[in-house]
């Protein structure tokens, strides 16, 4: 495989270029970077208002890997291979209730919601439930390491990232005061958004608030680009916050209740940064939102878009209101975000380069993503 030069990408600022083309529409590549950046680390995967109910079950694919997320009995969510450990058969196909155990519709192996083997039948023969070498114990579902922070729920499928309070340290400190119960606003609080681009593009447009004043004239008009400040987390996160934050108000002035213990400073402050490699996260004083990003292939990506508010029963229209708005903010990017992908295959773009003053947050993605192939091309260098 031809393995792209990142030299120029890992430059200050000043003189940096952009990854190469390939980054964006060679599948190879994009073969390349799903182990080197989106299973070594923690990655979005869904929230966990998916499942809100004990028993409750929805297949997902990640990457081309059919995944499991339940919440078993005892209300902990879950996640894992949605695969029988007999024959490999997908257990779940369609969101459901687990009314008693996982059962495989192939053999009929059966699981518990926490992931046991708990029912082998006829494996040993006609009416014989046990057999030689089918230990129940050692077949349990695959598991998949995971973490609820947010509302999102993350995941680890290389099994080999620090845990996620190592990995995500600052970022948690910094958000702190949000580290707190988040209401899922329910059905009307949450949509999707198919875009023909490649997932980077959709967390560099993301990442930076140079583009307002020309996409999003709307919200350019009372939280103005000069407004915004940068937020960079070498290696780790990047994004933008402004210090005008407009709350919405409903037709008759009602507003959505504050998150409680709240410093000053998000009186008027909200703040949007991803959380390498593809959760968009956006916060305020009285609701919070989580774009995650699932790549279907170097030119398409699915946008999971979730809001989360204070306490359970916000105000119906209220919500939706807010639904809409952040649908509109967010349908502004997708012309950018397409035509920037069409753009990639153009053997006249060299990466492109950054403003010094204003793509530094879309800079240190762009070294991040650097950095971590490397890093993934050296191990398998040394595996050879």
């Known amino acids: 495989m031809h393995r792209t030069d990142l030299s120029t990408v890992r430059q200050p600022i000043s003189s940096a270029h952009g990854l190469p083309n390939a980054h964006y529409v060679d599948p190879e590549t994009f073969d390349e970077e799903r182990g080197a950046l989106l299973m070594s680390g923690w990655s979005g995967l869904a929230v966990a208002a998916d499942v809100p109910e004990p028993g409750d079950a929805i297949p997902l694919t990640f990457l081309d890997i059919p995944l499991l997320l339940v919440r078993d009995r005892d209300g902990e969510v879950r996640v894992f291979h949605n695969i029988c450990r007999h024959r490999g058969m997908i257990l779940v196909d369609t969101p459901r209730k687990i009314e008693g155990a996982i059962r495989c519709p192939y053999h009929s192996w059966c699981y518990s919601t926490k992931g046991r083997l708990v029912s082998t039948p006829h494996v040993g023969g006609p009416g014989q439930n046990t057999a030689d070498g089918i230990d129940r114990d050692l077949l349990s579902l695959v598991p998949v390491r995971s973490h609820i922070w947010l509302g999102v729920v993350w995941i680890n499928l290389s099994g080999e ?212 192939m490397a890093l993934h091309r050296a191990q398998g260098k040394a595996a050879e």
């Open 161 to 372: 990232a620090p845990a996620f309070e190592d990995s995500n340290a600052d970022l948690l400190a910094r958000w702190a005061e949000f580290d707190k119960p988040l209401y899922h606003g329910g059905a009307d609080s949450a949509f999707q958004l198919e875009v023909n681009c490649n997932w980077k593009l959709a967390v560099e447009n993301y990442c930076e608030s140079y583009h307002l004043p020309w996409v999003h004239p709307g919200l350019n008009s009372y939280s103005r680009l000069e407004d915004h400040y940068h937020i960079e987390a070498a290696g780790r996160f990047s994004g933008q916050g402004t210090l005008v934050y407009r709350q919405l108000t409903g037709d008759n002035g009602q507003t959505f209740p504050d998150f409680e213990g709240l410093s000053d400073k998000w009186d008027t402050a909200s703040e949007y940064i991803t959380a390498y490699p593809n959760v968009l996260l956006g916060v305020h004083r009285d609701h919070a939102f989580a774009i995650i990003l699932v790549p279907q292939g170097p030119g398409r990506t699915v946008e999971h878009v979730h809001l989360f508010y204070a306490q359970p029963d916000t105000d119906p229209a209220l919500r939706a209101k807010n639904a809409e708005q952040w649908k509109t903010v967010f349908e502004e990017d997708i012309f950018v975000v397409e035509g920037m992908q069409r753009g990639r295959h153009s053997p006249g773009f060299d990466g492109g380069r950054f403003s010094p003053a204003m793509d530094g947050p879309t800079h240190m993605f762009h070294s991040w993503v650097a950095e971590h």
